[in-house]
Nanobody, 121 residues
Framework: VQLQASGGGLVQAGGSLRLSCAASGNILSINTMGWYRQTPGKERELVASITGDGITNYADSVKGRFTISRDNAKNTMSLQMNSLKPEDTAVYFC????????????????WGQGTQVTVSS
């Protein structure tokens, strides 16, 4: 199983970016998909998450600016980030919780590689 994140980059404050994450493998189902971010010297924090039923959860700092979505059939997830601020600068990671493969009863959590988001003032 692999998670491939993409879409990071450099943008000016007030601009927008869209992050994407695709899970590949013999996947039967995924419980929750989420985006986390981390800056040097700080712990990784949850930015947004979405369940298989479409229930979303956002960090207070991004509410009203970021929108998370997923396509269950394609095992993909996106994060639309609008009105970006310099404090949004971080490495963003995608994660899936409760991933189940065909032929297995185990559920596993998987992290993708990070993608850098830099917001200039």
């Amino acid at each position: 199983v692999q998670l491939q994140a993409s879409g990071g980059g450099l943008v000016q404050a007030g601009g927008s970016l869209r992050l994407s994450c695709a899970a590949s493998g013999n996947i039967l189902s995924i419980n929750t998909m989420g985006w986390y971010r981390q800056t040097p010297g700080k712990e990784r924090e949850l930015v947004a998450s979405i369940t298989g039923d479409g229930i979303t959860n956002y960090a207070d700092s991004v509410k009203g600016r970021f929108t998370i979505s997923r396509d269950n059939a394609k095992n993909t997830m996106s994060l639309q980030m609008n009105s970006l601020k310099p404090e949004d600068t971080a490495v963003y990671f995608c994660k899936v919780d409760g991933l189940r493969l065909y032929g297995s009863f185990r559920r596993i959590d998987v992290w993708g590689q990070g993608t850098q988001v830099t917001v200039s003032s």
